[in-house]
C-alpha cells in the first residue's frame, strides 16, 4: 500500500535535486528554475503535512500556507526575472561568475 | 493495487525524472520545460490528496504563469548552452556529495520518524470543498485568512509595480 | 579663634584662578590684562598675607604658655585610608605665616618686574598662568597641614619649575635645563616619598600636629623607624634645595627667564627642602639627633663646593646660582647644628638657646629671599641691557645703569654680612650657632661667609667697574630699566636694608617662647666675622676694580687646573652624565630596552602575525561567489538537520 508519507520522498528528491542545480548551475536563470524546485518541494511538505495530520477535520492551516507561498513564489520570480533582464540588458551576460559589478 | 495508487507511482516517477532532468539538461529552455512536467506533476500530486483548489492554483500561477515568464526571460537573454562540463570535477562532485548525502538523510529521518500512518485515499472521497477554502480565505475568525489574503495582494501590486519599474526602459 | 582665618583660603584660591583663567583663555587676552589679571590677584594674595600677619602675631597674640599656637582654619579629609587619612587644609604657625609673607612679597615683586622684563615675548600669557600656578603651589605646600599635603604641593611646585624654565621651548639648552631639574628633583622626591610612607605607616598619621601643650608626642612603636624616616625625607629636602650631591639642576635651570629665576631658584621653592626639615623640626630634635649631625655636614660641605665654584664662572646668572647653593647650604647648617638638651634624652621641646640654629636659618631664608631676588631682578636688568649673561659683556656698568648698582651693591654687602644690612644678623646667628656646635664648624663657616664676600664682590667689580667691553656697549646702548623693573628691585631693597632689625626671635623660635636674641647677641663674634668679610671685600677691590686685572690673571696662571676644576664645577656634571650614560643606560636600560624589544615585542609580534595568517587563510570563505556561499550555508542545514534528528 502506498502510504502519505512517500509523498514526502518524491518531495525529497525534488528539493535535492533543486540543490544541486543550485549548486552547480553557471545561468542565472537556471539557478532561479532550481530555487523554484526546492520551494515546490517545500509546498509540498505543507500540504501533505496538513492532510497527515488533519485528514478531514476541516483544519486547512497547510493547505493555506501552499496557497499564499504559491502567490508569493510568483511574485518573486517576477521581480527575479525583471532583474535579471535588467542585468542582461547592461552587461550581455547571466552567468553567475560573471555579475561582479556591484560587489565591491 | 488501486488506481490512485497506481497514479502515485506514475506522478512519482514523472516528478523524480524531470526535477533530475531539470538541473541536468544542457539547454535552459528545456529546463523550464522539465521544470514545467516537474510543477505539473505536484499539481497532480495536490488533486491526489484531495486538495483540488490548490491543484488547480498551482496549474494555473505556477505552471501557467511564472513558467511561461521563465519562458519568455529566457527568450529574451541569449540562450547560452549550460553544460555541467562547464564547471570543474571537484565542485560537480562535492554537490553531488552534498545533496545525495542530504537526501540520504532526509530519507533516514523519514523512514525512522514514524509518522502517522495514514493511507492514500482516493481523492473523490476527501475532497477539500471549494466553498470552505472561500469561506475561511474571507473570514477574520480563528481559522480566517483574510488578513494575509490582502497582505498578498498588496503584495503582488507592489510586485507588479516594481517588475515595471526594474525592467522598463531608459 | 579659628574661624577669623577662614579667609585664608583665598590666598590659595586666588592664584589658582588666575591660573585657570589664563591657562584657558589667556590667548584671547592681551598681554596688558593678562599681566595685569596675574598681577591684581597676586597683589591681593600680599595684602591678605600681611593682613594674616598682622592678625596672626597681633590681633591673636601668645597664649597663656607665653608661645603662637598653631591654628589649623581650615581642614578637611580628602582620602581615607583606614586609620590612616590624607587631609587637605590651611595650618598658620609661626614660620607657615613668615614663609606666606616671602612668598607673596617675592611673587609680587617678580610679577610686577615681568611686566618689563616679559615685555613683548611670546606666550606672555602662558607665563602669567604659570607664575600664578607656581605661587598657588608653593603658597600650598607652606601651609600645609601634614607631609602628605606638602607632598602633593611639593610636586605641583616640581611641575610648574619645569614649565617655567623650559619656557623658552624652542631652545634646546632650556628644554634639556628643564628635563634636568625635573628628572633630578622627582628622583630625589622618590625619597620623600618613601620617607613619608614609612613615617604615615609607623607614626599612623600624616599630620604635623607632633607638638601638644609643649611637648613632642609620643610614637612608642614608631621611635626606632623616625630617624630612617626623617632622613629620607631630608633627601627629597636636599633634590628641591640642591644640596651636594643633588645640586646639578639648580645652575641649569638658569635657563628659564630671570625673574623667574629670582622667585622660584632664589627666593620660594629652593627653600623648600629647608622648609620642609625646620617643619619636621620636633621630631628630628626628640628623635633623630644624631642624624642631625648628617643634615650639618653636608650642608658646610655643599657651601664650601659652591662658594669655590662661583668664584670661577664668568656667567653672571650661573655666580648668583652657586651663591644660592651656598646660602640655602648655610640654612641647613643652621638647622643641623641644632642640639637636644644636654641631659634629656626624653622627648622634650628644645630650649631656644640650644636651638638658636633653627631660629637662625629661618631668619637667614627671610633675608636670603629679599637680597637674593634683589640680585637675581638686578642681574634680568644687566641681561635685558646688554642682551648676555657673560661678565665680558660688562663692566663699567655703574655709568649706565645707577638705580641697578645701588641697588645690587647693597644687596651684595648684605650677603658678605656687612652691617646694618640684613645678611649681617642672620649670618651672624648661624655662625654663633655653628660656633656652639663645635668650633671647627665654626670656623668652616666663617671661612665660608668670606669666601662669599669675596666672590659677591668679584661680581660686583666684573660688572660694574673693570673692564668696559667698549665695542659692545656702542652695540646695543644698555640704559636704565623702566619703572616697572626698578620699582621692584627699590622695593626689595628697602626690606633688606631694614630687615635686620626685625625682632626675629620674637616671632620664631625653636621652642616658640619669645627669645630676643639682641641680648644674648655675641659682639665680639659679630665683630669678627664682619672683619673678615670686609677683608674679603678689599681683597676683591684689590684684584677686580681696576681696568686691568695683573693678579687675577696670575692667579689664574699659578695655579690653573683648580682654575679650570672650579669653573668645570669640579667636573661633578661630565660624572653624573658618566653615570647614566656610559653605566646605567648603557648597560642596565640597553639590557632591558633589548628584553622588551625582543620578547615583550616579540610575544604581541607573534600575536599580530598569527592572526594575519589566520586571516590569510580563511579570507578564502569570502570569495563572493554565492554558490560556494550557498554550499557551505546547506552543510549548515544539514549538519542542523543531523543534530536535530539524532
Known amino acids: 500500500m502506498i502510504e502519505l508519507n512517500y509523498i514526502l520522498i518524491v518531495s525529497a528528491i525534488m528539493m535535492f535535486a533543486g540543490i544541486f542545480g543550485f549548486l552547480t548551475r553557471r545561468s542565472t536563470l537556471a539557478i532561479l528554475l532550481s530555487i523554484e524546485l526546492m520551494l515546490n518541494s517545500a509546498d509540498i511538505n505543507f500540504a501533505v503535512f496538513n492532510r497527515m495530520l488533519y485528514g478531514q477535520s476541516g483544519n486547512t492551516e497547510g493547505f493555506f500556507f501552499t496557497l499564499f507561498s504559491i502567490a508569493i513564489t510568483a511574485a518573486e520570480s517576477a521581480i527575479a526575472i525583471a532583474i535579471m533582464v535588467n542585468i542582461y540588458r547592461l552587461i550581455k551576460d547571466t552567468s553567475v561568475d560573471k555579475l561582479t559589478k556591484m560587489k565591491w | ?68 515568464l521563465y519562458v519568455f526571460a529566457i527568450l529574451l537573454t541569449r540562450g547560452k548552452k549550460d553544460r555541467l562540463s562547464e564547471n570543474t570535477k571537484t565542485k560537480i562532485f562535492t554537490s553531488a556529495l552534498l545533496s545525495l548525502v542530504g537526501l540520504g538523510i532526509v530519507l533516514f529521518a523519514i523512514f525512522k520518524q514514524e509518522f502517522l500512518a495514514s493511507a492514500l485515499d482516493a481523492p473523490n472521497e476527501n475532497v477539500l470543498p471549494i466553498k470552505e477554502v472561500g469561506t475561511s480565505m474571507l473570514s477574520t475568525d480563528v481559522n480566517g485568512y483574510l488578513l494575509p489574503f490582502e497582505a498578498v495582494s498588496v503584495l503582488l501590486l507592489a510586485c507588479i509595480v516594481a517588475a515595471l519599474l526594474i525592467a522598463r526602459k531608459r | 579663634m579659628e574661624t577669623q582665618f577662614l579667609y585664608t583660603i583665598l590666598i590659595l584660591a586666588l592664584p589658582f584662578c588666575s591660573f585657570l583663567f589664563l591657562g584657558l583663555f589667556g590667548h584671547k587676552l592681551s598681554h596688558k590684562v593678562a599681566g595685569l589679571i596675574g598681577t591684581t590677584s597676586l597683589g591681593l594674595v600680599f595684602l591678605l598675607s600681611l593682613y594674616t600677619a598682622f592678625e596672626y602675631f597681633f590681633g591673636i597674640g601668645r597664649n597663656v604658655q607665653g608661645i603662637y599656637q598653631a591654628l589649623v582654619p581650615y581642614n578637611t579629609t580628602w582620602l581615607p585610608l583606614g586609620n590612616l587619612h590624607f587631609d587637605m587644609g590651611i595650618l598658620l604657625d609661626p614660620i607657615a605665616v613668615m614663609m606666606l609673607i616671602v612668598i607673596s612679597t617675592v611673587s609680587f615683586m617678580v610679577h610686577i618686574y615681568s611686566f618689563g622684563y616679559m615685555h613683548g615675548e611670546r606666550g606672555f600669557q602662558r607665563y602669567y598662568a604659570f607664575l600664578s600656578l607656581f605661587t598657588m603651589s608653593m603658597l600650598g605646600l607652606v601651609v600645609a597641614t601634614n607631609i602628605f599635603q606638602m607632598y602633593l604641593f611639593w610636586e605641583l611646585v616640581g611641575v610648574s619649575s619645569y614649565l617655567l624654565i623650559g619656557f623658552f621651548y624652542t631652545e634646546k639648552p632650556a628644554i634639556a635645563a628643564s628635563k634636568k631639574a625635573f628628572i633630578v628633583t622627582r628622583f630625589a622626591d622618590l625619597f620623600f616619598l618613601i620617607g613619608i610612607l614609612i613615617y604615615g605607616y609607623y607614626a599612623q598619621t600624616f599630620s604635623f600636629s607632633f607638638v601638644e601643650t609643649g611637648s613632642v608626642r609620643e610614637f612608642a612603636s614608631a621611635a626606632f623607624m623616625l630617624p630612617t624616616a626623617l632622613f629620607l625625607m631630608f633627601i627629597g629636602g636636599a633634590g628641591k634645595s640642591a644640596m651636594f650631591p643633588l645640586h646639578i639642576w639648580l645652575p641649569d635651570a638658569m635657563e628659564g627667564p630671570t625673574p623667574v629665576s629670582a622667585l622660584i631658584h632664589a627666593a620660594t621653592m629652593v627653600v623648600a627642602g629647608v622648609y620642609q626639615v625646620a617643619r619636621m623640626f620636633p621630631l628630628w630634635i626628640a628623635y633623630a639627633p644624631d642624624t642631625l649631625h648628617i643634615v650639618a655636614w653636608v650642608g658646610a660641605f655643599t657651601a664650601f663646593y659652591a662658594a669655590a665654584v662661583a668664584c670661577a664662572q664668568s656667567d653672571i646668572k650661573r655666580v648668583l646660582a652657586f651663591s644660592t647653593i651656598s646660602q640655602i647650604a648655610f640654612m641647613m647648617v643652621a638647622l643641623g647644628v641644632c642640639m637636644p638638651l644636654p641631659n634629656g634624652a626624653s622627648p622634650e621641646l628644645i630650649d631656644h638657646e640650644f636651638g638658636i640654629g633653627y631660629m637662625a636659618s629661618m631668619f637667614h631664608l627671610f633675608t636670603h629671599a629679599m637680597f637674593k631676588a634683589t640680585l637675581f631682578l638686578c642681574a634680568g636688568c644687566l641681561i635685558h641691557a646688554v642682551h648676555s649673561n657673560e661678565m665680558s659683556a660688562m663692566g663699567g656698568m655703574r655709568k649706565y645703569m645707577p638705580i641697578t648698582h645701588w641697588t645690587f651693591l647693597i644687596a651684595c654687602l648684605a650677603i658678605s654680612g656687612i652691617p646694618p644690612f640684613s645678611g649681617f644678623f642672620s649670618k651672624d646667628e648661624i655662625l654663633e650657632a655653628s660656633f656652639a656646635y663645635s668650633p671647627v664648624m665654626g670656623w668652616v663657616m666663617t671661612g665660608i661667609a668670606a669666601m662669599t664676600a669675596f666672590y659677591m664682590f668679584r661680581l660686583y667689580y666684573g660688572i660694574f667697574w673693570g673692564t668696559e667691553n667698549k665695542e659692545h656697549h656702542a652695540e646695543c646702548h644698555p640704559h636704565e630699566s623702566p619703572l616697572a623693573m626698578t620699582f621692584p628691585l627699590l622695593f626689595l631693597t628697602a626690606i633688606t636694608l631694614v630687615a635686620g632689625f626685625i625682632p626675629f626671635g620674637k616671632i620664631i623660635s625653636a621652642d616658640g617662647l619669645a627669645y630676643d636674641f639682641l641680648a644674648h647677641f655675641n659682639w665680639a663674634l659679630g665683630a669678627k666675622s664682619c672683619f673678615i668679610a670686609l677683608i674679603s671685600i678689599g681683597l676683591a677691590t684689590w684684584i677686580y676694580k681696576g681696568e686691568k686685572q695683573p693678579i687675577a690673571d696670575k692667579m689664574q696662571n699659578a695655579a690653573p687646573h683648580l682654575h679650570r676644576w672650579a669653573f668645570k664645577r669640579f667636573y661633578l656634571d661630565e660624572v653624573y652624565q658618566f653615570i647614566t650614560h656610559r653605566i646605567i643606560f648603557k648597560y642596565i636600560s640597553a639590557t632591558i630596552a633589548k628584553f622588551d624589544r625582543k620578547y615583550i615585542d616579540g610575544f604581541f609580534n607573534f600575536l599580530a602575525w598569527g592572526t594575519h595568517e589566520l586571516g590569510f587563510q580563511i579570507r578564502g570563505f569570502q570569495s563572493g561567489s554565492i554558490q560556494k556561499y550557498a554550499f557551505i550555508f546547506f552543510l549548515g542545514a544539514l549538519a542542523l538537520l543531523l543534530v536535530m534528528i539524532l
Do not use: E, P
Request: hydrophobic share 60%; aromatic share 14%; proline share 0%.
Open chain 2, 1 to 68: 493495487m488501486d488506481s490512485h495508487n497506481i497514479m502515485f507511482i506514475i506522478l512519482a516517477v514523472i516528478i523524480a525524472c524531470s526535477s533530475l532532468a531539470c538541473v541536468l539538461a544542457k539547454s535552459i529552455i528545456r529546463a523550464a520545460t522539465y521544470l514545467f512536467f516537474a510543477l505539473l506533476g505536484t499539481a497532480g500530486l495536490y488533486f491526489l490528496m484531495g486538495y483540488t483548489f490548490l491543484g488547480s492554483v498551482q496549474v494555473m500561477v505556477y505552471a501557467g504563469g511564472v513558467v511561461v
